[in-house]
């Protein structure tokens, strides 16, 4: 563990009662859709599709041919075998159709932005109601409330988490307003990196455990940087991980981390950042696993000291 900053963030507990609503300002759609659609996706992404069906969606990375992850997706099945949604940050939505639009070739697949789905967050109690389903099945369930697709998401300290993807017209508007703050909070708290313009090329998948949170499939076959990412997990030596850290500053994706002793090059990046309600600044970090013995600061080796919090999965211990 990092020793403690002077005055160390208290860790912000999440209030029992957070239920409610936001529209995802910073989230985008794409649009998958054609008879070759699995197939085109299959051998693009770092997870397999073909066997997801109506009722699972796949979280999965897109990745150079170095194996860096330029975008990551939650995908599923919008109105057919034929239709698919991904789900990924905004900032990183218009360069990543255009790429892989340029691998369709003679694929019946077309590739739009789905501007006409509306995407949503949905927390707690007064989601499971407005939804009237139950919202207590596993991770990456899909279930299906009349034009819509809700994609229930890991919970964060209890919390019942789900994307909610359909017409603006029956978008749940009628919700308690949840704040975006609060969102991200639980989704840097969830240690699942969403990959945003500022970290796009930055990480191999296990960088950041994305392999751990179900996000890479090491028997689908061939996809851009397959290879760089099979030899990272299979090699035995992930001086990287991802973790989760706290500080009274504010902290942005993209920020490097320090150590103490090692002052001339950083120890890793931000990946994902959250204003905790005024309780200080939370993130989700790629950081070299040694590091994280020593002390930690932000931006620089003189920067605000970092607090290291415990992941909500294992992480294995004898890897490095």
């Known amino acids: ?187 840097v708290r969830s240690g699942v990196a969403r990959i945003v313009a500022a970290t796009s090329e930055a990480f191999v998948p296990q960088m950041v455990n994305f392999e751990l949170v179900g996000g890479v499939n090491f028997k689908k076959g061939c996809y851009p940087g397959q290879e760089v990412v099979a030899r990272s997990q299979y090699r035995g030596t992930l001086k990287r991980r991802g973790a989760l850290l706290a500080t009274q500053a504010p902290m942005q994706a993209g920020q490097e981390i320090f150590l103490a002793s090692e002052p001339e090059q950083p120890a890793g990046q931000i990946a994902l950042a959250a204003s905790a309600d005024g309780q200080g600044w939370e993130a989700f970090a790629e950081v070299k696993r040694a590091a994280l013995a020593g002390e930690l600061h932000l931006g620089s080796a003189q920067g605000p000291a970092l607090q290291v919090r415990a992941l909500p999965y294992a992480v294995p211990q004898d890897e490095a």
């Open 1 to 187: 563990m990092t020793a403690a900053p002077a005055s160390p963030p208290e860790d912000t507990p999440l209030s029992p009662a957070l239920s409610g609503a936001v529209p995802l300002a910073d989230w985008g759609l794409i649009r998958a859709r054609g008879a070759d659609a699995v197939t085109f996706l299959q051998g693009q992404l770092t997870n397999e599709l073909a066997s997801a069906g109506a009722t699972q969606a796949r979280l999965a990375g897109y990745c150079s041919p170095k194996g860096r992850l330029l975008a990551s997706f939650v995908a599923w099945q919008a109105s057919g075998a034929e239709d698919w949604l991904l789900a990924c940050s905004a900032d990183v939505l218009p360069p990543t159709l255009k790429r892989l639009s340029m691998f369709v070739m003679r694929a019946q697949c077309k590739l739009s932005q789905a501007d006409d789905v509306a995407l949503w967050g949905l927390v707690g109690a007064a989601a499971q109601q407005w939804l009237g389903t139950d919202l207590a099945a596993p991770a990456w369930g899909v279930s299906r409330v009349k034009d819509a697709q809700v994609v229930r998401l890991p919970d964060v300290d209890g919390t019942v988490r789900c994307l909610w993807a359909g017409p603006a017209d029956q978008a749940p508007a009628q919700l308690p307003a949840l704040s975006p703050q609060a969102w991200q909070v639980l989704e």
